[in-house]
């Protein structure tokens, strides 16, 4: 199983990262984007059920962030619009095959175990 993030750097007001995945059925999991800066611990902030295409987003970057699946391509992508500093971190993409379970990190927060992670990508935000 691989799940391999595209894409981050330094940012202006606007990024898109991808998430490529491999390695099981696609269309039977969900899959988020979740983040971590410093110390502080990790959150959700988006995901996906990529077989209804049901979207879920933390109130930190709801109307900002867009999350999306390409089937064909097997692959997840998070555009992130009206970036601040406060968007800085490692980014990781995230699959579960319990859909509620990845809502439920994305959504409530707090302790989580999820199937399949990224190994994450930087987003610097420039001044």
């Known amino acids: 199983v691989q799940l391999v993030e595209s894409g981050g750097g330094l940012a202006g007001g606007s990024m898109r990262l991808s998430c490529k995945i491999s390695?099981?059925?696609?269309?039977?999991?969900?899959v988020g984007w979740f983040r971590q800066d410093g110390g502080k611990e990790r959150e959700g902030i988006a995901c996906?059920?990529?077989?209804?295409?049901?979207?879920y987003y933390a109130d930190s970057v709801k109307g900002r962030f867009t999350i999306s699946s390409d089937k064909s391509q097997n692959t997840v992508t998070l555009q992130m619009n009206s970036l601040n500093f406060e968007d800085e971190g490692v980014y990781y993409c995230?699959?579960?095959?319990?859909?509620?379970?990845?809502?439920?990190?994305?959504?409530?927060?707090?302790?989580?175990?999820?199937?399949?992670w990224g190994k994450g990508i930087l987003v610097t935000v420039s001044s």
């Open positions: 995230a699959a579960d095959r319990a859909v509620v379970n990845m809502i439920g990190a994305v959504t409530v927060g707090g302790r989580y175990s999820i199937d399949y």
């Open positions: 390695g099981f059925r696609f269309g039977e999991y969900a």
């Open positions: 996906i059920s990529i077989n209804d295409g049901s979207t």
